[in-house]
């Protein structure tokens, strides 16, 4: 049993020392995410199977080899190709025992054929096909761009949102151990009778530090969860431990240029805008391709084959083929149609419609981008003038309650308006933490709409 004990003992702390510490700030953690992030890693995998598509279409111009080969069975035959094994005059009958298989032994029969292709001119179906699927690297290139942005943003809002719920949680922290002192002096004046303190003014106070708790408990939960979430986002093991560089939450620096220079940075630089002017370059090669479908493929190239049958008479008259027994290689040039009128008329309307649709959406992109920028602007506006005025209103709602509990520790301040300073400040500083990390996300929101980190 000790024995046991032991050996548990042992692999709880083996397991627990294979964890590591590590401490990020917050460049730190976002470009460790950017480097682990599994859905930056299929976009980059998609990347390749769309170049692995381009080279497919360029593949289309090399030479193509087309072999074939079959082991089978061919009836024998041997003789003349006349009955009776002659021919003469007045009595030339061909031969009639084809099938006549107790007559005729049967023989193996091996067949080879070969043809070697190049192609010459398609027309512009390779060239368009390559257009477009060169546009279509460029859309999923784009794409990681995206994922990118995305992912960055994601651990903005996990480490801001772990420290905006660990200055709650210290605030909240500080103000329960005030209320709780208030709520000792409280009853012991009540003890005493020294004051006019009544047992329902301790109640409120009672009743403030519950609901205080609850608050303490919530912002623990939000910490775990967003530290939990920055482990995942950075690829982190769950043994591993995570702590972060800057011990409290501020707010950054409020982005210069006015909202024109945003908008035009977005037009520039954002990868949707990339993404819809590389899918009408391939939406117009498309069109141009399905086209050329209807032209036929010029070629040139060697065909051959090789049939032997061992059990078979060889026949050598010129006019005669013998799919049995021949031999033959010739060079050829031609042209090949792969042609269905309504199927390539159709092919052409859908690729036209296709191209008409994402004209009308770099339309709505060219609007709605500048008005997304607009939106992010004015809301970081706000929140950085609103981060103004509860700065002072935080501090002015601390000295309301510094000075009302002194006033009241030395019985000349009432329960009641100690409380009420007490509300007052919670009320004040949880709103200004909150604002500082909506303010903060506006501005990573801002740069994000406006291109200028991808």
């Known amino acids: 049993m000790r024995l046991g004990v032991a050996l548990l003992a042992g692999l709880l702390t083996c397991a627990h020392a294979s964890g590591e510490t590590l401490t990020f700030t917050l460049e730190q953690a976002t470009q460790r995410a950017l480097e682990t992030d599994p859905r930056i890693a299929e976009r980059q995998h998609l990347v390749g199977s769309a170049q692995a598509l381009l080279q497919e279409v360029h593949g289309n111009q090399d030479w193509k080899f ?29 031969r009639s025992d084809k099938y006549d298989l107790q007559k005729n032994s049967v023989s193996p029969w091996l067949n080879f054929q070969l043809s070697i292709i190049k192609p010459l001119y398609t027309f512009g179906k390779v060239e368009n096909y390559a257009i477009a699927a060169q546009a279509n690297v460029q859309v999923k290139e784009h794409d990681i761009r995206i994922q990118r942005a995305a992912t960055a943003l994601d651990v903005k809002r996990a480490y801001y949102g772990y420290l905006a719920a660990q200055d709650g949680r210290r605030f909240l922290e500080d103000v329960r151990s005030r209320i709780a002192k208030a709520i000792d002096v409280a009853q012991r004046w009540l003890d005493e009778g020294e004051s006019d303190m009544r047992q329902a003014d301790i109640f409120a106070l009672q009743a403030g530090h519950s609901l205080i708790g609850r608050y303490i408990s919530q912002t623990e939960g939000m910490q775990k969860i967003a530290l939990e979430g920055l482990k995942v986002l950075t690829g982190m093991k769950a043994t591993d431990e995570l702590q972060l560089a800057d011990k409290a939450l501020s707010p950054v620096a409020l982005p210069g240029g006015d909202l024109s220079e945003f908008q035009r940075q977005a037009l520039a630089q954002r990868p949707e805008i990339l993404q819809v002017a590389a899918g009408l370059k391939a939406r117009h090669a498309l069109v141009e391709a399905r086209r ?44 090949k149609w792969d042609w269905q009128r309504g199927v390539q008329r159709a092919k052409v309307a859908q690729e036209q419609a296709e191209l008409n649709a994402l004209i009308a959406k770099s339309s709505l992109a060219q609007q709605g981008i500048p008005f997304q920028v607009a939106e992010q602007y004015y809301q970081v506006k706000s929140e950085h003038a609103a981060l103004q005025e509860l700065s002072e209103g935080s501090r002015h709602a601390r000295r309301w309650m510094v ?30 933490i909150k604002t500082i990390y909506e303010y903060n996300m506006r501005v990573a929101q801002l740069q994000n709409v406006a291109g200028t980190e991808q």
């Open 66 to 94: 087309d072999a074939n080969t079959f082991l089978a069975i061919s009836p024998g035959v041997d003789g003349s190709p006349f009955r009776d094994g002659g021919c003469v005059p007045g009595n030339c009958t061909l």
């Open 292 to 335: 050329a479908d209807a032209m036929p493929n010029l070629y040139a190239g060697v065909a051959g084959v090789l049939s032997y049958s061992p059990n078979r008479d060889r026949l050598d008259n010129p006019y005669i083929y013998d799919p049995f027994n021949e031999t033959g290689l010739t060079p050829m040039i031609g042209l």
């Open 403 to 432: 000075g009302r509990y002194a006033d009241f520790e030395a019985g000349l301040e009432t329960a009641d308006r100690v409380i009420a300073a007490f509300q007052g400040y919670v009320l004040t500083q949880t709103d200004y």
